[in-house]
């Protein structure tokens, strides 16, 4: 999608402090980090969100939780402990309308829920 920010640091339109891509996958550092280490990993392709999943995009899922494990290990988070979130929608708070997976860690996090 021409008009998606995250379109563009996959396409490299956009600049982004990339940690890892691939052919399916891009990670980079959320440019509003609420931990030490915050990492985003979004799927290269355009997806608006899990409601807009498919039963072929199950792998591409699978694949974006095992880049988040190598993220955690790259970022020495992986023994401590992390938070893996996706948002989705408004009242889950997503605010940028492509898929998009939270790694957050590097501190004690707070529970929260709303
Ligand atoms: P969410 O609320 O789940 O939609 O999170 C969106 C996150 O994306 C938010 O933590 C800030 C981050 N973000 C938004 N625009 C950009 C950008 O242009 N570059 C980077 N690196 N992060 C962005």
């Known amino acids: 999608m021409q008009t998606c920010v995250f ?8 600049p ?11 990670a980079f550092r959320d440019m509003h980090p609420v931990a030490p280490t915050h990492v985003l990993i979004i799927p ?7 409601n807009e999943l498919e039963e072929l995009d199950g792998t591409l899922v699978g694949h974006m939780f095992l880049v988040a494990k190598k993220i955690a ?3 020495n ?5 992390y938070r893996s979130i996706i948002n989705t929608g408004e009242h ?5 309308q492509h898929l998009h997976l939270h790694i957050i860690g590097g501190q004690r996090l707070r529970f ?3």
């Open 7 to 14: 379109c563009k640091i996959a396409t490299g339109m956009l």
């Open 73 to 75: 290990e790259q970022e």
């Open 44 to 50: 290269n392709k355009h997806i608006q969100s899990v």
């Open 77 to 81: 988070i992986a023994h401590s402990g």
């Open 16 to 26: 982004a402090t990339i940690l890892y891509q691939d052919e399916l996958v891009t």
């Open 92 to 96: 889950g708070g997503q605010t940028v």
């Open 112 to 114: 929260s829920m709303g």
